[in-house]
Nanobody, 126 residues
Framework: QVQLVERGGGLVQPGGSLRLSCAVS????????IGWFRQAPGKAREGVSC????????LNFGPAKGRFTTSRDKAENTVYLQMDSLRTEDTAVYFC???????????????????WGKGTLVNVSA
């Protein structure tokens, strides 16, 4: 059974850091691309980053560029999102999802992703 579980959200002050994790079961993080997405209140879901299954290459989108880092631990079968220099506008529910086929992950598009976690809330506030 495929399952993705996000952890690590919480309340953080502007300028602070958080590390989110996405624990995967039912397949290996080497098998499929894994993407991070977020959805702020009243806004559409947007791509944050993608990690390519074949070689671990990562790509960040939009506001994540230069501040967020995506990595994976094959032994733990987990993907991480390290978020630094957080801003109030980073407040959102963060999701991870896998892509069994296609290029949605690499374009930061959520519509083509397959299995999703339930998300974890990141609240950046003073």
């Amino acid at each position: 059974q495929v399952q993705l579980v996000e952890r690590g959200g919480g309340l953080v002050q502007p300028g602070g850091s958080l590390r989110l994790s996405c624990a995967v079961s039912g397949f290996s993080v080497n098998d499929y691309n894994i993407g991070w997405f977020r959805q702020a209140p009243g806004k559409a879901r947007e791509g944050v980053s993608c990690i390519r299954h074949s070689d671990g290459t990562t790509l960040n989108f939009g506001p994540a560029k230069g501040r967020f880092t995506t990595s994976r631990d094959k032994a733990e079968n987990t993907v991480y999102l390290q978020m630094d220099s957080l801003r109030t506008e980073d407040t959102a529910v963060y999701f991870c999802a896998d892509e069994t086929y296609g290029s949605s992950c690499w374009r930061g598009e959520h519509s083509g992703m397959d299995y999703w976690g339930k998300g974890t809330l990141v609240n950046v506030s003073a």
